[in-house]
């Protein structure tokens, strides 16, 4: 689906990150990881890699665009890092604001910007940014809920903005995908994820596979008429509120 293409994929050493490097490959792609340091990629079967950290956009954006200058642009780009630590309003101040939103918002442009730009002066590109359902209805980590919203409307402006430039945009929101981000939240309380599942339709946790091949998707010819959209998955979890119906409405 994807022989010949290179896809530029940044937390390529997470957890979905990983899910997504075994799946573009799978795919014929070859892949560019990027990730705050070269540790975090060990292990994955990479054509490239690119170093920064996406809290400073400024070393972001000059780590993206000597790889650029050396390499061209990648027929695709997957912004997938991402990291919330404030969960609700009481843990924010402007310094927890600021930080939430210089990675996970300013980064994704310092990210993407350059990668567009070289994208349209080659006619063609498909940016996927991975969102959150955190940026359709609230789930807490307001801060990061709000920077995730953000890269819906960026995509936006990208896919409007760039589409006669052969640019495609859209975003896939997951729900929760146990992972890394999850480590710090189950060693506070290993019972959690008990707790979580009776929240989504499915039954369960989507898994950084499923994220994956919705990312795939965006990037691969199948959807080439699709520019500006977002797409949930998230085991039906935006879809409803399912506790709801049981708690209230189920007898
Ligand atoms: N796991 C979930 O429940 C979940 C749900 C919805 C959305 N997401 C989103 O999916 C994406 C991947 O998350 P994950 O679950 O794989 O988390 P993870 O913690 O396993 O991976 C995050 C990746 O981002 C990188 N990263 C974090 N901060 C960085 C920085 N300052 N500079 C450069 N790289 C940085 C990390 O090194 C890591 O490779 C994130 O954007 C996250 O917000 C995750």
Redesign the pocket.
């Known amino acids: 689906m994807l022989n010949g293409k290179t896809v530029l994929v940044?937390?390529?050493?997470?957890?979905?990150?990983?899910?997504l490097v075994r799946c573009l490959r799978e795919a014929g792609a070859s892949v560019i990881g990027?990730?705050?340091?070269a540790d975090?990629?060990a292990g994955l079967d990479l054509a490239g890699t690119v170093l920064?950290?996406?809290?400073?956009a400024k070393a972001?954006r000059a780590a993206v665009q000597l790889h650029l200058d050396e390499n061209g642009a990648p027929d695709a780009v997957i912004?997938?890092?991402?990291?919330?630590r404030a969960e609700i309003i009481e843990d924010l101040d402007d310094d927890v604001w600021d930080t939430e939103l210089?990675?996970?918002l300013n980064?994704a442009f310092a990210l993407v910007d350059p990668v567009v730009a070289a994208m349209a002066r080659q006619g063609r590109g498909s940016v996927v940014f991975?969102?959150?359902?955190?940026a359709l209805s609230h789930f807490g980590n307001p801060a990061?809920s709000a920077a995730?919203a953000g890269l819906i409307a960026y995509a936006k402006a990208i896919a409007v903005e760039r589409g006669r430039d052969g640019v495609r945009a859209n975003v896939v929101?997951?729900?929760?995908?146990?992972?890394?981000?999850?480590?710090h939240r189950l060693q506070a309380d290993p019972s959690l994820l008990d707790r979580v599942l009776p929240h989504y339709p499915l039954g369960r946790?989507v898994s950084?596979e499923e994220?994956a091949n919705a990312a795939l998707f965006y990037c691969s010819p199948m959807s080439s008429g699709i520019t500006g959209t977002v797409l949930p998955v998230?085991a039906g979890l935006t879809a409803g509120n399912l506790r709801f119906v049981d708690e209230v409405l189920r007898q």
Request: proline share 6%; no cysteine.
């Open positions: 940044s937390g390529a050493g997470g957890g979905i990150g990983r899910a990027a990730d705050r340091d975090m990629l920064f950290d996406q809290s400073d972001t912004a997938n890092a991402g990291w919330t210089a990675i996970n980064g991975i969102s959150s359902v955190n990061y995730k929101a997951p729900g929760s995908v146990r992972t890394p981000a999850w480590d946790m950084p994220v998230d």
